[in-house]
T-cell receptor, first 116, second 111 residues
Framework: GAVVSQHPSRVICKSGTSVKIECRSL??????MFWYRQFPKQSLMLMATSNEGSKATYEQGVEKDKFLINHASLTLSTLTVTSAHPEDSSFYIC????????????FGPGTRLTVT | GQNIDQPTEMTATEGAIVQINCTYQTSGFNGLFWYQQHAGEAPTFLSY????GLEEKGRFSSFLSRSKGYSYLLLKELQMKDSASYLC????????????FGTGTRLQVFP
């Protein structure tokens, strides 16, 4: 099956700093990638849709200036959490969508962000 | 708006069969997915239904009734490793690239 990697898997940062998370599709090209966040015991909440070569589309309530998304190639998308605060601590998961039916999303292993 | 409902938690015994239900109310329908997620890990794809009926894949089967807005995931011969959250997701009818996830059902399998 299609494989998506994320780096780092865990990161701890101080309040006010920025953190970059990478999402890579390893064996397929993902014209569309998605970024989710997940709080403990809750489901995935879509933050933004990232299309290669264009600006990301953010969901309502997600600050685009705080969560910067770049999708520079068909295999790489990055999420940068700027000026992180403790409330940004969460599990961030990316997914890549295949270009063939049924166009399911393949998820990365997630990044656990802790802001102190 | 779009809404997906699943039971929050379920328990079952090793070797048994369990059915996890999912109901959805959406303005349109373009397919339903089931994912399995172990704690602290990413969701993994289990099944996809777009037509009515049962899709069987080993110990796991998924059923869809579009007229009832209803799906279930059936897990047979339960194993301890099946303890996980099971997420039901439908394509957003306004943007079929996007998935709308239910809250997930946490299944605990006991020996």
């Amino acid at each position: 099956g299609a494989v998506v990697s994320q780096h780092p898997s865990r990161v701890i940062c101080k309040s006010g700093t920025s953190v970059k998370i990478e999402c890579r599709s390893l064996d397929f090209q993902a014209t569309t990638m998605f970024w989710y966040r997940q709080f403990p015991k809750q489901s995935l909440m879509l933050m933004a849709t990232s299309n290669e070569g264009s600006k990301a589309t953010y969901e309502q309530g997600v600050e685009k200036d705080k969560f910067l998304i770049n999708h520079a190639s068909l295999t790489l998308s990055t999420l940068t959490v700027t000026s992180a605060h403790p409330e940004d601590s969460s599990f961030y998961i990316c997914s890549g969508q295949t270009s063939r039916g049924p166009y399911e999303q393949y998820f990365g292993p997630g990044t656990r962000l802790t802001v102190t | 708006g779009q809404n997906i409902d699943q039971p929050t938690e379920m328990t079952a015994t090793e070797g048994a069969i369990v059915q996890i239900n999912c109901t959805y109310q959406t303005s349109g329908f373009n397919g339903l997915f089931w994912y399995q997620q172990h704690a602290g890990e990413a969701p993994t794809f289990l099944s996809y239904n777009v037509l009515d009926g049962l899709e069987e894949k080993g110990r796991f089967s998924s059923f869809l009734s579009r007229s009832k807005g209803y799906s279930y995931l059936l897990l047979k011969e339960l194993q301890m490793k099946d303890s996980a959250s099971y997420l039901c997701a439908v394509r957003d009818p306004d943007n079929t690239d996007k998935l709308i996830f239910g809250t997930g059902t946490r299944l605990q399998v006991f020996p």
